[in-house]
Structures are given as C-alpha cells and as structure tokens.
C-alpha cells in the first residue's frame, strides 16, 4: 500500500461514531498508523501472507524516495515473501 507522506495523513485525526464504535487503537491516530495497523491485523489473523505500507511525498516519489514506518511491512519484506511463493508455485508445476 502506497500513501502519500503528508501532515494531513501522519497527523492524527478524530473520528465519527455515529453508528459503529470504532476500535480503541484506531482513536485519535493518523491515515498512516491505521494503515500501519490493518497490515499488521491482516498478517497476524492469516488474512494476507505479505502486506507493505510505504509513504512518499510528490516530490521524493517521483525520484523513488520512499519511507517505511514499520520494517515488518517494509518492501524487501513483502518481495522476499512474494517470491518464495512464486518458487513454491513453480515447483509444484513442475512434472
């Protein structure tokens, strides 16, 4: 997942509960920590094998600058994993 690095999305934000309470932990957090979250909720109830959560600004994103704010969702992670899968499909294919 790729989010633009902004004071809008790492600043923290109120929510609105008008039908459903929202969770404790994404109360008066930023767009980025709850994402940081949902990945982290994804991998651990075995919803998703990878997940990655990248932030870059326009400027840094067009020349491939990037931040990870948490390394168990980093992009060298996501790919390893991604690729192990793929030789475990390809193997499996094979007579």
Avoid: W
């Amino acid at each position: 997942m790729l989010l633009e690095d902004t004071p809008k999305s790492t600043s923290p934000v109120k929510v609105d509960e008008p039908h459903f309470e929202v969770f404790s932990e994404f109360k008066t957090t930023s767009y980025a920590k709850r994402y940081e979250l949902f990945c982290e909720r994804l991998m651990r109830e075995r919803l998703y094998d990878g997940t990655c959560l990248i932030l870059s600004d326009r400027k840094g994103g067009l020349k491939g600058k990037f931040t990870e704010p948490n390394q168990e969702f980093s992009f060298a992670t996501f790919v390893a994993s991604l690729t192990a899968h793929a030789i475990a499909y390809a193997k499996m294919r094979k007579p």
